[in-house]
C-alpha cells in the first residue's frame, strides 16, 4: 500500500450548514480514506443529503461555515436519473467527454449495467431500473475518485434494488472509488458499504466499520446483530421484528 493510500479522500472539519438560521448540519468532522466505501443512514431530517449536498458543492442557499476537502473528480447519483430525455441514452452518457474514444467507453459501459441494448433508446422509453442503470454508468464512465450517492435506488422495486446492489459492488470493485451513499436501507448499508455512519440531528452520532467478508449474506450472525443495532438507533422497535 502506497503512502497515498492512507490520505483522506474526502475530510471535513467542523462543518456547519444552517437554513434560514435552523443548523441542519452541526460541526461535522470527518475523514474517509481513499476507496472506503461508506453509507450514510439516519432519521428522515437529520441531515444526510444536506451533508452529501455540501460534499457535491450544492449548497444552493444554505449559511455555511467549517471546511471541506474532496477530490477533483465526483460524481453525483440521484435518486432520479436527471437523464436528458431530448437525448439518447448513448448520448446521455457521452455528453460534455471530449475523449474521441467516449463512444466506445459509454458502449462498454453499457454494457457493463447490462443495457447495452439501449444505447439508441429515449430515456422516456426505459423502465426505471434500466434509467438507473444509464445514470450509473453516465457517473462511472467520468472515472470518479468519488462517487456521491443519494439514495440512487430508493424507487426502485426491491428486487431491482437487489440486482442494482450487485451490480454497484462489482462495478465500484473494479476501479475502488471512493463512496458516499446516502440510503434509508439498513440491509443496503450492510451488504455495499466498508464504514457505516448514524447521522442524528446534524452530527454523526455513530461510526461502525462493517468488516464482514464479500459477497455478504443476510444470514450472517454478525449482520444480523448489526442490522438490529442500527435499526435500533433508527427508531426501530426491534423486538417486534
Ligand atoms: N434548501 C433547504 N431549505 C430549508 N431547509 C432545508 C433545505 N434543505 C434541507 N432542509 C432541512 O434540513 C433538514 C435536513 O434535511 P436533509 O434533506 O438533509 O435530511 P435527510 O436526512 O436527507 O432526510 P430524508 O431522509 O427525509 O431525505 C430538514 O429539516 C430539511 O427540512
Same mark, same amino acid.
Given at each position: 500500500? #502506497?503512502r497515498?493510500?492512507?490520505? &483522506? %479522500?474526502v475530510?471535513t @472539519?467542523?462543518?456547519?450548514?444552517?437554513?434560514?438560521?435552523? !443548523?441542519v448540519? #452541526?460541526r461535522?468532522?470527518? =475523514?474517509?480514506?481513499?476507496?472506503?466505501?461508506?453509507a450514510?443512514l439516519g !432519521?428522515?431530517? +437529520?441531515g444526510?443529503?444536506?451533508?452529501?449536498?455540501?460534499?457535491?458543492?450544492?449548497?444552493?442557499? *444554505?449559511?455555511c461555515s467549517?471546511?471541506?476537502?474532496?477530490p477533483?473528480?465526483v +460524481?453525483?447519483l440521484?435518486?432520479?436519473?436527471r437523464?436528458?430525455p431530448?437525448l @439518447?441514452?448513448? =448520448?446521455?452518457?457521452?455528453?460534455?467527454l471530449? @475523449?474521441? /474514444?467516449? &463512444?466506445?467507453e &459509454?458502449?462498454?459501459?453499457? !454494457?457493463?449495467?447490462?443495457?447495452?441494448?439501449? &444505447?439508441? %433508446?429515449?430515456?422516456?422509453t426505459? #423502465?426505471?431500473?434500466q434509467?438507473?442503470? *444509464?445514470?450509473?454508468a453516465?457517473s462511472?464512465?467520468r472515472s470518479?475518485?468519488?462517487?456521491?450517492a443519494d439514495?440512487?435506488?430508493?424507487?426502485?422495486d *426491491?428486487?431491482?434494488?437487489l440486482?442494482?446492489h450487485g451490480l454497484?459492488?462489482r462495478?465500484?470493485?473494479?476501479?475502488?472509488?471512493?463512496?458516499?451513499?446516502?440510503?434509508?436501507?439498513? =440491509?443496503e %448499508?450492510?451488504?455495499? *458499504?466498508?464504514?457505516i455512519?448514524v447521522?442524528?440531528?446534524?452530527?454523526?452520532?455513530? /461510526?461502525?466499520?462493517?468488516?464482514?467478508?464479500?459477497?455478504?449474506?443476510?444470514?450472517?450472525p454478525?449482520?444480523? +446483530?448489526?442490522?438490529?443495532r442500527?435499526?435500533?438507533?433508527l427508531?426501530?422497535?426491534t =423486538?417486534l421484528l
Open positions: 500500500m #502506497s497515498h493510500d492512507f490520505l &483522506a %479522500a475530510s @472539519r467542523d462543518l456547519t450548514r444552517a437554513f434560514q438560521g435552523r !443548523e448540519l #452541526s461535522v468532522t470527518l =475523514d474517509i480514506p481513499r476507496g472506503q466505501f461508506v450514510l !432519521e428522515s431530517g +437529520s444526510k443529503t444536506t451533508l452529501l449536498r455540501a460534499l457535491a458543492g450544492l449548497d444552493d442557499d *444554505a449559511e467549517g471546511n471541506y476537502h474532496v477533483q473528480n +460524481s453525483v440521484f435518486q432520479d436519473s437523464l436528458l431530448w @439518447r441514452v448513448i =448520448d446521455n452518457l457521452t455528453l460534455g471530449r @475523449r474521441p /474514444d467516449a &463512444a466506445a &459509454a458502449q462498454a459501459m453499457l !454494457e457493463a449495467v447490462g443495457i447495452a441494448d439501449k &444505447a439508441q %433508446a429515449w430515456p422516456g426505459l #423502465s426505471g431500473g434509467k438507473q442503470r *444509464a445514470a450509473l453516465r462511472l464512465l470518479p475518485d468519488l462517487l456521491l439514495e440512487p435506488f430508493g424507487a426502485l *426491491a428486487l431491482t434494488r440486482k442494482m454497484l459492488f462495478l465500484v470493485e473494479r476501479r475502488r472509488p471512493t463512496v458516499v451513499l446516502v440510503t434509508h436501507d439498513v =440491509d %448499508a450492510l451488504l455495499l *458499504a466498508d464504514r455512519l447521522l442524528r440531528d446534524g452530527a454523526i452520532a455513530e /461510526d461502525h466499520a462493517v468488516a464482514l467478508p464479500h459477497p455478504r449474506r443476510t444470514s450472517h454478525d449482520f444480523e +446483530s448489526l442490522r438490529l442500527l435499526l435500533g438507533s427508531g426501530v422497535e =423486538d
